[in-house]
Nanobody
Framework: QVQLVESGGGLVQAGGSLRLSCAAS????????MGWLRQAPGKEREFVAG????????AYADSVKGRFTISRDNAKNSVYLQMNSLKPDDTAVYYC??????????????WGPGTQVTVSS
């Protein structure tokens, strides 16, 4: 089992950048594929980005391609989401998630509590 905690959310103006971090507990972080998902008010949770165990393969939602970058550091038990050129539509609670199977996308088995990202226009 893995426990996840996100950090780095906040308020930013449109066009700005934020870097989200997710710290994982345990010594088996490298055995999980990881992902970032988000949920805006009144909307369903949606996939943002995913990364496989080694970090060499990633995937992105069309809405964030070219603006967001997912990465991981297995030595630090962490996964990151660099968000550039932020738009008001990116406003949401962002969740870090993990799954045992080395696949991109869900379903994810473990979730963090989330971190709020608000982009002002």
């Amino acid at each position: 089992q893995v426990q996840l905690v996100e950090s780095g959310g906040g308020l930013v103006q449109a066009g700005g950048s934020l870097r989200l971090s997710c710290a994982a507990s345990g010594r088996t972080f490298s055995t999980y594929a990881m992902g970032w998902l988000r949920q805006a008010p009144g909307k369903e949770r949606e996939f943002v980005a995913g990364i496989r165990r080694s970090g060499s393969i990633t995937a992105y939602a069309d809405s964030v391609k070219g603006r967001f970058t997912i990465s991981r550091d297995n030595a630090k038990n962490s996964v990151y989401l660099q968000m550039n050129s932020l738009k008001p539509d990116d406003t949401a609670v962002y969740y870090c998630a993990a799954r045992r199977a080395d696949l991109l996308g869900g379903p994810y088995e473990y979730w963090g509590p989330g971190t709020q990202v608000t982009v002002s226009s």
